[in-house]
């Protein structure tokens, strides 16, 4: 299809069902045509407004006493994408805030296609060592005036999927995720599958998951290992989180570490006259030769394990 509305969110909290900003960007043949973004009430009991979340994007609960609902939101929302797919940067998250915000509203989740620019990205930019919004809209000269706007991030969100396009010289979302092999996210009767790729043998989870662990949960099969320090979790308490999931912890990066997750550095843990610690030059290294190593920071974790 060469018509697709690409969608962020904003929460008021950790709850996932607590939006309170949505913003749309709706493309037809490779441009951008209609805007659309509102302040939102989030759904009574998910209305709480966390200091860390209104640090991040400024918004409180006096800005939003008169903004529409949830029912009237998502409304909105079908109304404004019509029968197109989805688009979002790490689409896991905001189809987990529309689904837990109706749910949280008694209201069915409708069925919907989505895909992920995080996931397309990963496979279209190779060479990045991070594939946050703003990093991606920095490398590709896309204009991203405030982040965390959600107006401002699904415009960027739709720039991002126009450009891999563009680079596999694929006109339709279908045609790009063919290209990548990676699998169209779905919304069908309340069962969601997620925008994955597909390129490999699906990875069952480690024996330790717990066993009511999502297997389309992102860290599902994965070795993982951390270097640095994550804020307000020791890294113990974060390998369990992640091994509930049926990933693996491992201490150091080899060739079959799937992923690496990049805390904060202090100096003193730094080798004389290195600047970045020797995991992540030995990820970049393997990176360089082939191997498919992810490198993340601490938000992008925080943000995974918290949709989970």
């Given at each position: 299809?060469?018509?697709?509305?690409?969608?962020?969110?904003?929460?008021?909290?950790?709850?996932?069902?607590?939006?309170?900003?949505?913003?749309?960007?709706?493309?037809?043949?490779?441009?951008?045509?209609e805007e659309w973004s509102s302040l939102i009430r989030p759904p009574e009991g998910h209305d709480h407004f966390d200091a860390f979340n209104v640090g991040v994007h400024g918004i409180t609960a006096y800005d939003v006493r008169d903004a529409p609902g949830w029912p009237e939101t998502l409304e909105r929302i079908v109304q404004f994408a019509g029968d197109t797919p989805l688009v979002a940067h790490n689409a896991a998250f905001d189809i987990g805030v529309?689904?837990?915000?109706?749910?949280?509203?008694?209201?069915?989740?409708?069925?919907?296609?989505?895909?992920?620019?995080?996931?397309?990205?990963?496979?279209?930019?190779?060479?990045?060592?991070?594939?946050?919004?703003?990093?991606?809209?920095?490398?590709?000269?896309?204009?991203?005036?405030?982040?965390?706007?959600?107006?401002?991030?699904?415009?960027?969100?739709?720039?991002?999927?126009?450009?891999?396009?563009?680079?596999?010289?694929?006109?339709?979302?279908?045609?790009?995720?063919?290209?990548?092999?990676?699998?169209?996210?779905?919304?069908?009767?309340?069962?969601?599958?997620?925008?994955?790729?597909?390129?490999?043998?699906?990875?069952?989870?480690?024996?330790?998951?717990?066993?009511?662990?999502?297997?389309?949960?992102?860290?599902?099969?994965?070795?993982?290992?951390?270097?640095?320090?994550?804020?307000?979790?020791?890294?113990?308490?974060?390998?369990?989180?992640?091994?509930?999931?049926?990933?693996?912890?491992?201490?150091?990066?080899?060739?079959?570490?799937?992923?690496?997750?990049?805390?904060?550095?202090?100096?003193?843990?730094?080798?004389?006259?290195?600047?970045?610690?020797?995991?992540?030059?030995?990820?970049?290294?393997?990176?360089?030769?082939?191997?498919?190593?992810?490198?993340?920071?601490?938000?992008?974790?925080?943000?995974?394990?918290?949709?989970?």
């Open positions: 299809m060469t018509a697709w509305t690409a969608i962020d969110f904003e929460t008021a909290n950790s709850l996932r069902g607590s939006p309170c900003s949505v913003g749309l960007a709706k493309v037809k043949e490779g441009q951008i045509v529309l689904a837990a915000a109706c749910e949280a509203s008694g209201l069915p989740v409708p069925d919907l296609r989505f895909a992920c620019t995080l996931v397309v990205a990963r496979r279209t930019w190779t060479g990045l060592l991070a594939y946050k919004l703003p990093v991606l809209a920095d490398a590709l000269g896309i204009a991203l005036p405030h982040h965390h706007n959600a107006g401002d991030d699904a415009r960027a969100a739709a720039q991002v999927m126009l450009a891999a396009l563009k680079r596999q010289g694929t006109s339709t979302l279908d045609e790009l995720l063919a290209v990548h092999r990676i699998q169209m996210g779905s919304y069908r009767n309340g069962v969601r599958q997620g925008c994955r790729y597909r390129g490999a043998a699906r990875r069952e989870p480690f024996p330790d998951a717990a066993p009511d662990a999502d297997p389309d949960n992102p860290f599902s099969g994965l070795t993982v290992c951390f270097t640095g320090s994550l804020p307000g979790m020791t890294r113990a308490a974060a390998a369990a989180r992640i091994t509930a999931l049926g990933a693996r912890t491992v201490l150091n990066v080899t060739r079959y570490v799937d992923l690496l997750v990049v805390g904060g550095i202090e100096r003193h843990q730094l080798a004389p006259g290195a600047r970045k610690t020797g995991k992540l030059a030995k990820a970049e290294r393997l990176r360089e030769s082939g191997h498919e190593i992810t490198v993340i920071d601490a938000e992008e974790f925080f943000q995974l394990i918290t949709m989970t």
